[in-house]
């Protein structure tokens, strides 16, 4: 059995690692983990894996320590003058249900917004794009050291070839977050919005929850009923949940006995 953990997000105070179990070449299991530093964090993440193959399998190689960003960027946009102040993504949710600290939900969005769908992604990026290549040249990184960053984080060595407006997001805020003696090699890489996705329905599949089941707990813990409602980081925090309930099993016994699966879990109209 070979193990592999990933620093998949970092911020001020809070890291997330993932931890894969692999086997022949067959993923046979993965977790997620979060605390204040990497090290806590993949220690969590390995704990949850075990719970979840049940038997201790070895600890996986530590991540590259994470840097910490910078306090502001100076190319980062000013928030809206008119936005409400959000809470502290660490607080505690309005009905406290028994999770980890770990878990702890990401803050909701205001009233006014709920129920809205994401904009349409624009067609100009032409702002974004440019907005890259300042914060690049505050890196110090050329071209090679920009395709060995983008090999890691999204499987090729070219900008060009970020074909989605929420990969280029992703790539654009992780980069702001970035301090200047950053490297390539060890910078930790951007969340992908599909590859959350992804594991969200493998989780949701594996509790049986249904769409109606899946509203109910962004209701409780987020005030939002669709999945594409949540940012990148709330929806990470969602899939941490997910996990949380399936380790101290909580599939839903008792709730409906036909399941819809986790596609129908993608609308505000169908479910989360």
Request: net charge negative.
């Amino acid at each position: 059995m070979q193990l592999q953990a990933r620093l998949v997000h970092a911020e001020s105070g809070s890291r997330v690692v993932e931890v894969s179990a692999h086997q022949a070449g067959a993923l046979l299991g993965s977790a997620l983990g979060e605390a204040a530093t990497a090290e806590e964090a993949e220690d969590r993440a390995l704990e949850r894996l075990q719970r979840r193959l049940g038997h201790p399998p070895q600890r996986p190689p530590a991540p590259p320590p994470a840097p910490l960003p910078p306090a502001a960027s100076p190319s980062a946009p000013a928030p809206s003058p008119s936005a409400p102040s959000a809470p502290s993504a660490t607080a505690a949710p309005p009905s406290a249900p028994a999770e980890s600290p770990a878990t702890s939900p990401a803050r909701a969005m205001p009233a006014a917004e709920r129920g809205l769908e994401p904009p349409a992604d624009p067609e100009d990026w032409s702002s974004e794009l440019a907005e890259i290549d300042l914060l690049l040249r505050g890196l110090g990184w050329q071209r090679e050291q920009e395709g060995a960053y983008l090999e890691r984080a999204f499987g090729h060595p070219s900008r060009h070839r970020l074909t989605t407006y929420a990969d280029l997001q992703a790539y654009l805020q992780a980069l702001r977050a970035l301090p200047p003696d950053s490297h390539p090699e060890s910078a930790p890489v951007p969340l992908r919005r599909r590859d959350l996705l992804a594991q969200c329905d493998q989780l949701l599949g594996q509790l049986g929850w249904d769409a109606a089941r899946g509203r109910q707990c962004l209701e409780q813990h987020f005030s939002l009923t669709s999945r594409q409602q949540l940012s990148d980081t709330q929806l990470l925090q969602f899939n941490m949940l997910l996990e949380e309930a399936l380790m101290n099993g909580s599939a839903d016994k008792d709730g409906p006995a036909g399941m819809d699966g986790p596609a129908a879990m993608h609308g505000p109209a169908a479910g989360p």
